[in-house]
């Protein structure tokens, strides 16, 4: 699922006060030590024990019937929570990739159908549904299902669901999505572990997105999480807007205490497309509460990999490479290019891999070009996907010049600044520990536009208190309205500090998204860019935060423009580019 900024928050676009700072400084001043960031631990690496167990791999012909690309989906989690990293699905031309990549074998292959055959007798427990007539309850039936530890069987499968433990076909006859909600939330809430968005088959882009039509197929993805985890699985359309009983249900799921917060809610919030995009899809805007943020993480087989190997959770498990050993020279232009869109998931399993591979080789064919590069990544790889995230550090080390970011906005996919004023607090905590289990110091953060004055004056100075965060490099929402138009055209940067001398460097925003439209400044040639970069003032410190949404790949853009670059302007990881901001502000 491709994750698109909501161009309708544009209305909520106002004038952002921001101080200024000027370009010339006085470069041998040393600037003020930086706290010492909060330790996470130290990681042991006698304890980390994977899992030895044999894998089967599920062919999941594109073919089987919905129903049955669900149960499936049901049966891995079920088999991986009993014994974890053992059921590998092969649905996606990636996934297979994964195996190779990880060096791991499969002990067996079977074909869907025949793994649904064994998985029913493994697990004989079952939930009875009618996909057919019950179609915008499948979130109700999989949080009945995955809490009870049962597959999910339409009454059209073979095999078929003799002897319920719960039927749905009967105990949600007649049930609106809202009532059902709540209904499936009193019996089996207590048993789950968070909460997860899955759209059950409405139309994404209908002329009223109050009320889409109902006439897409569920997709399996992320479901096999949902079992291994018991997640609460929930879609309410409405359930953002005021005054709907979708709201009343989903707020009362979301504030019955059974969960932390700030919440993470896994999946997708694919409802209430509005001008191009999914005017909730961070969640934070969602309900009065303003609790959640979302992990985008529509992806399969992460109940294989969330318990094939234990979570990442201390720092040195993962080591970036040494930062740029660079002095800043007020003569000089510094740039750092991020690769965005890591926070979500789907990506980093699939395209994220490709373009990985396609740096690497351009490093290998020539490492006088291999340029520094930083890449934004999901801090819940850590939990969801610790072996995915050891690859991608152990191929940034076969460069020795990639890097890695927090991706927006820290901690979880979210408006920071909107949350409540305790959330806020429990975000920054959570985005610190992330910063240091992954051994770096610089977020990607989103917000939206209108808000961030609350963000330069009482969000970010929160990063101050830890010192693990030293570099913000923001994205407004919607992406074409800057964050700070009050800064001076030569502004790049401001250093803000606190009374003990900590610091960190808030960047201005820059974008590029596609090299196909001159007259768009988010869509420039590399020719057109690298002019805009030798343009800047010399001593400028800044930031170029790259997605595909326009069509840009790391061929068309990044690896095309190193070549055209003059001498004065060299290219720094993000750590770096905050750490030379800073030290230009003494």
């Not at 949080?143 to 669901?161: E, I, Q, R, Y």
């Not at 939330?185 to 899955?198: C, I, N, P, R, Y």
């Not at 070009?369 to 076969?398: E, G, K």
């Amino acid at each position: 699922m491709r994750k698109r900024q909501p161009l309708a928050l544009m209305l909520l676009a106002t004038a952002v006060v921001a101080s200024c700072s000027g370009v010339a400084v006085d470069a041998a001043k040393t600037p003020p030590p930086q706290k010492i960031p909060p330790s996470c631990g130290t990681f042991d690496p006698s304890r980390v024990k994977p899992s030895t167990q044999p894998i089967t791999v599920v062919r999941v012909e594109p073919s089987l019937p919905p129903p049955t690309q669900l149960a499936i989906a049901a049966c891995a989690g079920l088999h991986n929570r009993k014994a974890g990293g053992s059921v590998y699905l092969d649905s996606d031309p990636h996934d297979l990739g994964w195996l190779s990549e990880l060096g791991l074998a499969a002990a067996a292959t079977v074909g869907g159908e025949e793994f649904l055959s064994s998985c029913v007798a493994a697990f004989p427990t079952c939930v009875r549904y009618d996909y057919a007539k019950q179609k915008a309850l499948l979130p109700n039936v999989l949080t009945a299902a995955a809490a009870l530890g049962a597959v999910p069987l339409d009454a059209s499968l073979k095999p078929s669901c003799a002897s319920p433990a719960f039927d749905a076909v009967a105990e949600l006859a007649d049930k609106a999505p809202p009532v059902a909600t709540k209904f499936v939330f009193s019996k089996f809430g207590a048993q789950t572990t968070g909460l997860a968005m899955l759209n059950p088959g409405y139309e994404q882009s209908p002329s009223s997105p109050k009320s889409p039509a109902l006439n897409q197929e569920m997709r399996p993805a992320l479901v096999d999480l949902v079992f291994s985890e018991k997640l609460f699985v929930v879609f309410l359309v409405n359930g953002c807007i005021d005054g709907d009983p979708d709201r009343e249900a989903l707020s009362s799921v979301v504030n019955s205490g059974q969960w932390p917060t700030p919440l993470p809610v896994y999946g997708y919030n694919n409802s209430w497309n509005v001008f191009g995009g999914y005017l909730y899809e961070a969640q934070t805007l969602c309900l009065p509460s303003r609790n959640m943020g979302a992990v985008a993480s529509e992806a399969g087989n992460l109940s294989f990999f969330a318990t094939r190997s234990p979570a990442i959770t201390e720092a040195g498990a993962v080591v970036m490479n040494p930062a740029e050993a660079v002095t800043y020279d007020p003569q000089k232009t510094y740039v750092a290019f991020v690769v965005g869109d890591g926070d979500n998931i789907q990506y980093m399993m699939t395209t994220r891999r490709d373009w990985f591979k396609r740096r690497i080789a351009a490093c290998d064919a020539d490492p006088s070009a291999c340029a520094p590069l930083t890449w934004s990544v999901s801090p819940h790889l850590t939990r969801l996907a610790p072996d995915v995230l050891r690859w991608y550090y152990d191929q940034s080390h076969r460069t020795k010049r990639d890097s890695f970011v927090l991706p927006p906005s820290g901690h979880l996919y979210a408006y920071p600044s909107s949350l409540a004023e305790k959330e806020q607090d429990r975000f920054v905590e959570a985005t610190d520990r992330d910063a240091c289990v992954l051994g770096l110091t610089g977020v990607v953060h989103w917000d939206s536009a209108g808000t961030w004055g609350d963000a330069e004056g009482h969000f970010l100075p929160k990063y101050l208190k830890n010192g693990a965060v030293r570099g913000v490099f923001p994205v407004n929402v919607p992406f074409f309205l800057s964050p700070f138009p009050d800064w001076p055209e030569d502004q790049f940067f401001k250093v803000m500090r606190d009374a003990d001398g900590a610091s960190l460097a808030l960047f201005r925003q820059r974008e590029w998204r596609g090299i196909d439209k001159e007259g768009d400044p988010f869509r420039l040639t590399p020719e057109r860019m690298a002019a805009e970069i030798a343009a800047y003032p010399k001593g400028t410190v800044t930031w170029v935060y790259m997605t595909s949404d326009g069509g840009l790949t790391l061929e068309n853009s990044f690896l095309a423009l190193g070549k055209l670059l003059p001498p004065h302007v060299q290219l720094v990881s993000t750590d770096t580019a905050a750490r030379l901001a800073i030290a230009s502000r003494p």
